[in-house]
């Protein structure tokens, strides 16, 4: 089947942990993005890509890190930066950056 | 700062009526405007819409663009319970591939 798969549906962390969250798709896709989505609003991106080996910091990147060392695989670190981490991680990807971006299933991150 | 505001925040209404929900938005360099559908995890797409008066339809839900008043509608006719979910409007520049997001209205409709 092809999509977005995110991994885990929920993690937990612990104070001054880092954790890595994991976004593969089997689409071909070019771009690659990473939303943070907080009760009540709507999706803030974190950072994105357009292309292999190459990423953008979004709105709120302080705290993250992230790689694209290959095409299909977008993992999203939450460092112990960042202090806020509780929240719903989607991932998304879109066959060019002018296009429509497809989600995964989502990360639900909750602090110990 | 881009910006984008969806009215309302939140809407209950019972199966059958017609809903009508509003994405307003303030960017430098408008190229696209887009419709989500979340229910309970991912976000599934639903229109993107790039030019002005040209109504996108599937089924009961249509949508339409008007770039003169910087705003967007989505209506949903009919509704049924499985249409209850969060609606979400992003708008997309020339500059990027990047999405602004609004806050999203929440519709419950009851049966």
């Known amino acids: 089947d092809g999509g977005i798969t995110q991994s885990p549906k929920y993690l937990f962390r612990k104070e001054g942990q880092n954790v890595t969250l994991s976004c593969e798709q089997n689409l071909n896709h070019d771009a690659m993005y990473w939303y943070r989505q907080d009760p009540g609003q709507g999706l803030r991106l974190i950072y994105y890509?357009?292309?292999?080996?190459?990423?953008q910091k979004g709105d709120i990147a302080e705290g993250y890190s992230v790689s694209r060392e290959k095409k299909e695989s977008f993992p999203l670190t939450v460092t112990s930066a960042q202090k806020n981490p509780t929240a719903f991680y989607l991932c998304?990807?879109?066959?060019?950056?002018?296009?429509?971006?497809?989600f995964g299933a989502g990360t639900r991150l909750s602090v110990l | 700062e881009d910006k984008v505001v969806q009215s309302p925040l939140s809407l209950v209404v019972h199966e059958g009526d017609t809903v009508t929900l509003n994405c307003s938005y303030e960017?430098?360099?408008?190229?696209?405007l887009l419709w989500y559908k979340q229910e309970k995890k991912a976000p599934t797409f639903l229109f993107m819409l790039t030019s002005s008066g040209i109504e996108k339809k599937s089924g009961r839900l249509s949508s339409i663009l008007d770039k003169k008043e910087l705003f967007s509608i989505l209506n949903i006719t009919a509704t049924q319970t499985g249409d209850s979910a969060i609606y979400l409007c992003a708008v997309r520049e020339t500059s990027g591939s990047r999405l602004t997001f609004g806050e999203g209205t929440q519709l419950t409709v009851n049966p």
């Open positions: 960017v430098t360099n408008f190229r696209s």
């Open positions: 998304a990807s879109s066959i060019d950056g002018d296009l429509a971006q497809y």
């Open positions: 890509s357009q292309i292999v080996n190459d990423f």
